[in-house]
């Protein structure tokens, strides 16, 4: 069983900075995408940024030019540095992974979320 564990959220003040981790553990073939998403109090999921195998990003336009996605494919991790952070950015922030297992079939995971808060 694949499990995705997250680390890195808090509380920081707004302009300041956090990286979140993400961490796929288990019987992996290929991860085929792996990023993030956040849901704010009373608001949908939506997704933050999410990168491919082949290296391609997709960031969301509320956080074009601050905030980061990459990948350490080796050790099965994604990343997200965040910077200039605004209080809009408050929310819950899951990982998300879409994983080729030893089975040979493709999955869908989702960790169990990170609280980030950006006080004003």
């Known amino acids: 069983q694949v499990q995705l564990v997250e680390s890195g959220g808090g509380l920081v003040q707004a302009g300041g900075s956090l990286r979140l981790s993400c961490v796929a553990s288990?019987?992996?073939?290929?991860?085929?995408?792996m990023g993030w998403y956040r849901q704010a109090p009373g608001k949908q999921r939506e997704l933050v940024a999410k990168?491919?195998?082949?290296?391609?990003?997709i960031v969301a336009d509320s956080v074009k030019g601050r905030f980061t996605i990459s990948r350490d494919a080796a050790k099965n991790t994604v990343l997200l540095q965040m910077n200039n952070l605004k209080p809009e950015d408050t929310a819950v922030y899951y990982c998300?992974?879409?994983?080729?297992?030893?089975?040979?079939?493709?999955?869908?995971?989702w960790g169990q979320g990170t609280q980030v808060t950006v006080s004003s």
């Open positions: 998300h992974a879409n994983i080729r297992e030893a089975t040979w079939t493709t999955n869908t995971y």
């Open positions: 990168i491919m195998d082949g290296g391609s990003t």
């Open positions: 288990g019987i992996i073939l290929t991860i085929h995408t």
